[in-house]
């Protein structure tokens, strides 16, 4: 505002020196009011009122470099993008997910704060996501998870107040569903279940604000889209908003979206039941936050124009290569950027603009196997001796220079 008037002044000043002096008195007072007014004051300050308000708006990273380190040539166009919802307040793009769920509850009227219990089955992001607004808006919050999530995931949601109960990693998340049903019974009554799997608040949310971000950011530009599924929410609702739902009245943006869904090849239950095959042995994975055991009701699967099986070893790999450009992500984001630089390698895709989803910081996931050998060598690092005028002996060193 400062700027608009001082620049208002200058064009006057051009006609007349003295209705110039005037107008720049007169001007300075307007600028002074403006300044102590709460209006511009607001104006000016980028401040929220809760954690769960920082939720979304979240930015696009090139991934060329990892094209060009899988030589692939990006001279006709051929773009790679990863939307960083591993920004968000709890590093996961489930926060939005958890945000849509309570507020929909809100909404109709079916939680209390300080009497309704939420309790809900989990992979761990969406618990944490849960978690952390359950703690804001005063819930009690159980979460039942499989034993093979990270202890970080673990120790994440018992900071935030959660209380955690663990079940049989062989029975993934339908095991943790059957858990969180008898909870449910236990409660008599005060107990609620949002039902990430099948909560249309959980395409919602994504219909609204992740797949308008792409569309505004890429400036509709955007011609394949890669995501992996856990809940099948992400990915359905972007979808949804970009190639037009009828049912959601929403119009169709760019119909000829190419949607590609990613799932573990150790568990590919949606290429399934896509009419697919399943490639090699199928059983536990290690690519936490997808491949939850079952095809979830929220999916769309005739959204989906294809589905991309990665085995667990090319995602840590994968998310190895992410971590050396220096952009920390979790197992899911290897998976899904292996997938989509499969899906740029193919003619058809020559000069298209991808959008990957990267699903999670990767500081939550230390104790993985893929972490296995850094973990080993950081616990091996031994101190070295100072330099003078230091006395190594004082620390626990053979002589005064180590």
């Given at each position: 505002?400062?700027?608009?008037?001082?620049?208002?002044?200058?064009k006057t000043c051009s006609k007349s020196s003295s209705t110039a002096l005037k107008l720049q008195a007169t001007n300075s007072i307007a600028i002074s009011a403006a300044l102590s007014s709460n209006l511009v004051s607001k104006r000016y300050l980028n401040v929220v009122s809760r954690p769960s308000d920082l939720i979304g708006n979240t930015p696009l990273i090139d991934?060329?470099?990892?094209?060009?380190n899988h030589g692939i040539d990006t001279s006709k166009g051929t773009k790679l993008v990863g939307k960083l919802e591993s920004l968000g307040p709890c590093s996961s793009v489930k926060d939005r997910l958890g945000r849509s769920l309570i507020d929909e509850a809100e909404k109709q009227g079916l939680i209390t704060p300080g009497k309704t219990v939420l309790v809900e089955p989990t992979s761990g992001n969406t618990g944490i996501a849960l978690a952390f607004i359950a703690r804001e808006r005063g819930y009690r919050c159980i979460l039942t998870m499989p034993e093979s999530m990270s202890i970080e995931r673990r120790i994440m949601l018992m900071s935030l107040g959660a209380e955690v109960v663990?079940?049989?990693?062989?029975?993934?998340?339908?095991g943790a569903l059957a858990k969180a049903k008898e909870i449910i019974e236990q409660l008599n009554g005060d107990g609620y279940m949002l039902q990430q799997f099948e909560n249309p608040a959980n395409p919602k949310i994504h219909r609204e604000t992740t797949g308008p971000e792409i569309w505004r950011d890429t400036d509709g530009l955007v011609d394949?889209?890669?995501?992996g599924c856990g809940t099948g929410g992400t990915i359905t609702g972007i979808s949804q908003y970009i190639k037009g739902s009828t049912e959601h009245n929403c119009p169709p943006l760019k119909p000829e979206l190419v949607t590609v869904a990613v799932e573990p090849m150790e568990q590919m239950l949606i290429t399934e039941a896509k009419g697919g095959q399943k490639i090699g042995p199928q059983g536990p994975h290690r690519i936490q936050g997808m491949g939850p055991g079952m095809v979830p009701k929220v999916l769309d699967l005739d959204l989906i124009d294809e589905v991309v099986g990665v085995h667990s070893d090319e995602a840590t790999d994968m998310c190895h290569e992410l971590w050396m450009m220096g952009l920390p992500a979790g197992i899911s984001s290897g998976a899904i950027v292996k997938a989509a630089v499969n899906v740029c390698k193919r003619p058809e895709a020559s000069g298209k603009f991808v959008v990957a989803i990267i699903p999670s910081f990767g500081e939550r996931y230390f104790t993985h196997p893929m972490f296995a050998k850094v973990k080993e060598q950081a616990e091996q690092?031994?101190?070295?001796?100072l330099p003078e005028p230091f006395d190594n002996r004082?620390?626990?060193?053979a002589t005064s220079r180590g």
């Open positions: 505002m400062r700027q608009s008037l001082s620049l208002l002044v200058s991934l060329s470099t990892i094209l060009k663990l079940t049989p990693k062989e029975t993934a998340v339908p394949i889209l890669v995501s690092l031994q101190k070295q001796p004082d620390y626990g060193f």
